[in-house]
Structure formats: C-alpha cells, structure tokens
C-alpha cells in the first residue's frame, strides 16, 4: 500500500459533519445567531446525546446544522468546508449525501439546494460525487419522488448527483414501504443504495436488495438471517459500514461482537465508514484505528476494506483507476 493514511468514505452525512468550526462559519457568512457562544456548549449541542439509545435519539441532534444550511449561499459553503475538511483527515475520494427536502424552510427548492451542494462540490478541493438522500417519514412520498426527478435530471457520471439513498427512522418506517420509489429509480437507472439493517432487521435488508440497491447503508444487522447473508455474498452488494454511528444508535448492542470482519471473512463486499462524524466525534482514520485496536483489523484486511470502497464507489472507471493506483498496490488492479 503506497500510503496507509489515505481513505475514502462512501457513507458522509452533510448534516452529520457540520463540527464547532464549521457551525461557526456558516452562522457568520449567513448573520444567523447561534444558540450559544461558548465552543463547549455548541460542542454538546452538535454532538449525539450521552443518553443516545437509538437512531430515534440520534437523530436528534440534526436540527441544529439543517438550520445553518437553509439557503443556497450556506448549503453551498457547507458542501465545500466539509469536504474540505475531509481532506484534512486523509480521505481522497467521498461520496457527501444530503436531503434536499430538508433545506426547504427557508423558501429555497430542492432544485436550488441540489444546484448550490453542486456549486460546492466544485469548489472544494477533494475529488467526490453527491447522494440526494429520499427520507423516510409520515408524509415524505412527494418530497422523495421529487428528489428522484432531480437525480434523474443531474445525474452524472462523476463530478456531481451519482445516486440516491433512503435515510430517516428505519424501525418506524419500513423499508418495503419505499418499494414504488425505488421501481421508478430502477426505470430511470439512478443508481441507489438504501440504509437499510441499521435500526431494523434482516427484513429490511432483504427489501433494499429486492429493490434492486447497488450498496446497502449499513447492513450491520445482515448477521440476524443466515440465508440473507448467504444472498448478501452471492449478490456482491458493498456493506457501508460505520462501527462507531452502530455503537451510539445501538444498532449493535455488544460491540464486542461487532461482525465486520467476520463479514470480510466470509467474503461480504464491506467498506469502512463514518456515517456523521461530527455528531459522532469521529473521523475516517479513528475508524480504521478503532478497527486495528480494538478489532485486530490487519494490514491485508484494511486494504481489502480499500479495494472494496474503490470498487464499490459510485464514479467513473477512471477516477477509479486514479484511485487504486494511489490507495493500492498496482497489482491490485488486476485481481
Ligand atoms: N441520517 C443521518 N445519519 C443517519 C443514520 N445513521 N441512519 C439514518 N439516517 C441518518
Ligand atoms: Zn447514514
């Protein structure tokens, strides 16, 4: 491996990475008052609670960096001081998801939030794509197939819109009740993946690959059906997976029998991710270290998780090959 301290996180909440700095940012550029001016508190305020016992509470924390981004200038700065500040923690290559529908309380539409998150992806310095997130909820259907036609209209190749997701409260909203969303990406073949056994079961899983998802959101929960995971390996479908958003949303309760490398054992297609490293307090390198450390993750596994995150990655056969090339050892390529 050229260099061990380079990654790419497919699976990056825009909401989940806004840190102090970022926060303080954007509330300058746009005059907002923050809730509090003392670094600690905003600290706790953009943190997941110390009582966080599941994704119900995590997600919680949310409403603090959405409200910074509610128009184009600050979801635009936003897109750019993340991505930017990725490349700081080592990450070449990211896939940043955000939805659209949630940066509307200001006035602007979807299509003014998906053309200001593009305007900051060409700004940033680090080579990436964007996910539209659809979001799970009571009355969420309009909002997702519109988000849909947008994919649909900016989707690229690389550089851009790559692909949809499906985020929210999995263990109230079922995944098979995105069933007809999912059929029309698959006609219009926007590609997708699907948080999916995170806060829900085997079930779930199986639904997102009925669909037709190319990557699963997580997954870590595909260990609860023997025959799912059997399908899960057959298939090839990538496992995003993010050990420390598991622990604080309790998707899994003993961490000590944390699957991911079973799953890499077993030949599941698993990437290394952080899901919303700011809320979390985490980056890219802690999760490979935490994977080291407490995990006994080895040299050759943490390439493989590599390989995997290359080839899984929503871009272009030639970003990918740039990617290897800098990530892996050349006779990687061909293997
Ligand atoms: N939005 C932000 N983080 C999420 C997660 N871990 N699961 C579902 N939706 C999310
Ligand atoms: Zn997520």
Avoid: W
Avoid at 97 to 112: C, I, N, V, W, Y
């Amino acid at each position: 491996m050229s260099n061990n301290r380079e990654y790419i996180d497919l699976h990056l909440h825009l909401d989940g990475a806004i840190t102090v700095e970022i926060a303080k940012e954007l509330a300058r550029l746009q005059e907002i008052t923050l809730p509090t001016e003392d670094d600690d508190e905003l600290q706790t305020l953009l943190s997941v609670p110390k009582d966080c016992t599941s994704l119900n509470d995590f997600l919680s924390c949310f409403a603090l960096p959405d409200s910074l981004m509610q128009t184009e200038e600050g979801l635009r700065e936003a897109v750019r001081l993340v991505m930017d500040n990725a490349i700081s923690q080592g990450v070449i290559y990211a896939e940043v998801r955000f939805a659209p529908q949630l940066h509307t309380d200001k006035g602007m539409s979807q299509e003014q939030a998906v053309l200001a998150a593009l305007d900051g992806l060409k700004q940033s310095k680090l080579k990436g794509n964007l996910i539209l997130c659809c979001m799970r909820g009571e009355n969420t259907m309009d909002a997702n197939l519109e988000t849909l036609e947008l994919a649909k209209k900016y989707l690229v190749e690389d550089g851009g819109v790559v692909a949809i997701d499906l985020a929210g409260a999995e263990a109230l909203f079922p995944t098979k009740d995105y069933r007809d969303l999912f059929i029309r990406a698959r006609e219009y073949g926007v590609p997708f993946t699907i948080h999916a056994g995170e806060a829900d079961g085997a079930d779930s899983i199986r639904a997102a690959l009925g669909f037709g998802a190319s990557r699963i959101g997580h997954g870590v929960r595909s260990y609860e059906d023997a025959a799912l995971m059997q399908l899960v390996i057959e298939r090839g479908v990538p496992l995003e997976m993010c050990p420390t958003s598991n622990r604080q949303t309790h998707a899994v309760e003993n961490m000590d029998d944390y699957p991911l490398i079973d799953y890499l054992e077993k030949g599941i297609k698993v990437t290394l991710n952080t899901d919303d490293p700011a809320i979390e307090g985490t980056t890219l390198s802690e999760e490979f270290r935490y994977m080291e450390e407490t995990f006994g993750l080895t040299r050759e596994q943490k390439k493989l998780l590599l390989k995997n995150a290359v080839e899984a990655a929503f871009t272009s056969e030639s970003v990918k090959s740039e990617l290897r090339k800098r990530l892996l050892c050349e006779s990687m390529e061909t293997q």
